[in-house]
């Protein structure tokens, strides 16, 4: 091991690095130093580790047979192979736990054995569990289990089980009676903040430091100070402070990130400067992969400047649909419906089932009053996705339009079950038409007592409906009936 290599280390794990302008495949604020001659294999193979974490583009390298199973693992995992984990002998599950006060079913990481025998109570997140005990985890075991957190939390694709995971591992990883480790430390509320969007741990860690022991921080996964900042910059931005994620977006070069918080922040003279200088940057060199951001710039210019050529620039970018489909929602905010739907159309020839741009046309239609073809559109996309219930209002409102009641009603119905202004709607039509069995039906679906009240009163006022009728219709309604005495 070489003071060099350790040197090299201390920066990217501490030290937020400027960078003037980024060059090659390292991340924006990495620190990376060309490694001294005739160094052993255990030294290049950890140069190229931390040359891999601080690579956009990591690869994988040589592991010498000395590097222990802990550091190996931490190394393979910087290229994303996560096999040799599989070859570890502990043996863990994620079950579920009863909370013992609110008894609500919690996700918790159950270890068949441990290196200590003493057993605890379970507490983690200031909840305590009914008969679950644990043993404290050796350092060794948390690097493991915080391994396999990283595993859950990169393959893992469903969001809300992701979450869930990954949660469980650090609940088991924060429980009190754990060895402590300050690199564990930083791993875990690295995560933590990654999958429950908190920030004020992250900024703990930024001003702590503690001696580098080269025995044991390749042992545990190494988080650089860099990534610390970046999602750091990315909770601020969740929470709308844009001041303070831009200052860390800005530091790092994280462009885009950059000119969504000048965006935001309404400084559309400042964005649209960052945007033109990215633009010219990427003009110089135009890859293929590029084209789609070059069209992504020109879109976000089109509506900055509120000029309709962009959108065309970035369609000539990148023949995609999305160019259009801006283009014509453009046209549709400034009501040149004619327009828009030229656009729609172009977009549908790229992306004919594009559940947004057919639901676009479709409202154009409406807005042009060629309501028989609109409703051929909300046809489609009601078989598409009957739960969605503006397509059930809006084919109700072309009936409408065309003094169909009787199927005005009908399609309004269905998006009433699911929507209180559709229910609304549906009850002033059916009143207006004196629609008895309409209305009845309604009584069977209102939710609020109040808001009942007064229709019912509307009703028995008009004498569209017999008293004994409304009471059987609220007594069929579960979330009415234990009011009668109130209703009536």
Not at 157 to 180: G, H, I, P, W
Not at 229 to 244: C, E, F, R, T, W
Not at 301 to 314: G, Q, V
Not at 443 to 461: G, H, P, R
């Amino acid at each position: 091991m070489t003071a060099r290599l350790m040197f090299m280390l201390n920066k990217n794990i501490y030290e937020s690095l400027p960078t003037v302008c980024k060059s090659g495949d390292n991340k924006a604020g990495t620190f990376v130093i060309d490694m001294e001659k005739n160094c052993d294999e255990m030294t290049v193979a950890r140069y190229k580790y931390i040359t891999n974490i601080c690579s956009e583009k990591p690869v994988p390298f040589f592991i010498p047979t000395q590097v222990s199973f802990l550091e190996r693992c931490c190394m393979m995992f910087s290229f994303d192979d996560y096999s040799l984990l599989e070859k570890v002998p502990f043996s863990h599950e994620i079950v579920g736990a009863c909370t013992a006060v609110t008894e609500e079913q919690v996700l918790y990481v159950y270890i068949k054995d441990c290196e200590s025998k003493e057993k605890f109570k379970y507490e983690t997140r200031g909840m305590s569990f009914k008969d679950v005990y644990v043993q404290p985890l050796t350092v060794s075991e948390q690097t493991i289990l915080c391994l396999y957190m990283i595993k859950t939390y990169k393959e893992t694709k469903c969001e809300v089980l992701r979450r869930l995971k990954v949660q469980a591992y650090l609940d088991r990883l924060f429980f009190s009676m754990n060895e402590t480790n300050f690199f564990i430390w930083r791993v875990l509320e690295f995560y933590n903040s990654l999958i429950n969007i908190k920030y004020r741990e992250l900024e703990i860690i930024r001003t702590k430091t503690f001696f580098l022991d080269p025995n044991v921080v390749f042992n545990i996964p190494i988080i650089l100070r860099r990534d610390i900042d970046v999602q750091l910059a990315n909770v601020y931005h969740s929470y709308g402070y844009y001041n303070k994620a831009l200052t860390l977006y800005s530091f790092y070069l994280c462009y885009d990130m950059e000119i969504d918080c000048l965006i935001r922040m309404r400084k559309d003279n400042e964005a649209v400067s960052k945007i033109q200088v990215q633009m010219l940057k990427i003009s110089k060199t135009y890859t293929f992969n590029q084209r789609a951001q070059y069209a992504d710039y020109c879109m976000k210019l089109a509506k900055l400047l509120d000029d309709e050529k962009y959108y065309e620039a970035a369609f000539e970018a990148y023949k995609s649909y999305e160019p259009l489909y801006s283009k014509a929602i453009h046209f549709f905010k400034k009501k040149d419906y004619e327009k828009s739907l030229t656009e729609l159309q172009r977009a549908l020839k790229l992306a004919p089932e594009n559940e947004n741009i057919l639901y676009s046309y479709a409202c154009n239609l409406t807005e042009l009053k060629r309501y028989q073809e609109a409703i051929t559109v909300y046809e489609k996309l009601i078989d598409k996705n009957k739960s969605r219930t503006e397509y059930h209002k809006n084919i109700a409102l072309c009936y409408f339009f065309l003094e169909n009641l009787e199927k005005c009603m009908e399609k309004l119905k269905r998006a009433a079950v699911f929507d209180p202004n559709s229910m609304e709607l549906y009850f002033k039509l059916a009143l207006t038409h004196n629609k008895k069995d309409e209305l009845l039906w309604c009584f069977t679906k209102l939710d609020y007592v109040e808001a009942t009240k007064d229709k019912i009163d509307l009703v028995l006022n008009d004498n569209i409906v017999d008293k004994e009728s409304l009471i059987a219709s609220v007594s069929a309604n579960p979330k009415l009936r234990n009011y009668l005495k109130e209703l009536f």
